[in-house]
């Protein structure tokens, strides 16, 4: 089931992220850590209700947030549609857990079926210019890579931004 994140989700879904660290920077990953995601983050996706979870008998497997907000990061990108009426993805994590058992597609395709439900013209995503499992997962889905940009909190290197258009 996916649904709304609730402030009572708080603790797990936080946890589920710092997990997520771990594992990526055991892999060589280091696109998250104490810096980023935090929990403030996460606690104004609850209030702003932008915070969906993937949940399977009572235990969150998975998180994303949709958002129509774009981040002042992504303004010298030259997008593929005009500044409006697009759906951005942030913080899409799956617990390491259940990494490979396909929680990750179902999210995005909940995402996608959001997106066409509400009538956006596209989908907006920055990814981990390291990760190359992401980049593989997001260009099979048929998203377009346009342009970098940095998050020097988190990484030295660069976070690849992608659109889909819907």
């Not at 008998?57 to 593929?80: A, C, F, R, S």
């Not at 940095?150 to 931004?161: I, L, V």
């Amino acid at each position: 089931m996916i649904r709304k994140a609730l402030l009572h989700d708080l603790t797990s879904i936080h946890q589920l992220t710092q997990s997520c660290a771990k594992a990526m920077i055991a892999n060589g990953i280091y696109q998250w850590n104490e810096n980023y995601p935090t929990k403030e983050r996460f606690e104004k996706d609850i209030a702003l209700q932008e915070l969906y979870v993937l949940e399977e008998e009572n235990h969150i497997k998975g998180i994303i947030v949709l958002t129509e907000l774009m981040d002042e990061e992504y303004i010298p990108i030259q997008w593929l549609t005009k500044n409006n009426n697009n759906l951005y993805i942030h913080r899409l994590a799956i617990d390491p857990e259940y990494w490979g058992k396909g929680y990750a597609q179902q999210l995005m395709d909940f995402a996608e079926q959001y997106a066409k439900d509400n009538a956006y013209q596209s989908i907006r995503l920055d990814t981990f210019g390291e990760n190359k499992r992401n980049l593989t997962f997001y260009e099979t889905r048929g998203y377009q890579r346009l342009g970098d940009i940095y998050f020097p909190k988190q990484s030295e290197h660069p976070f690849h931004c992608y659109e889909l258009i819907i």
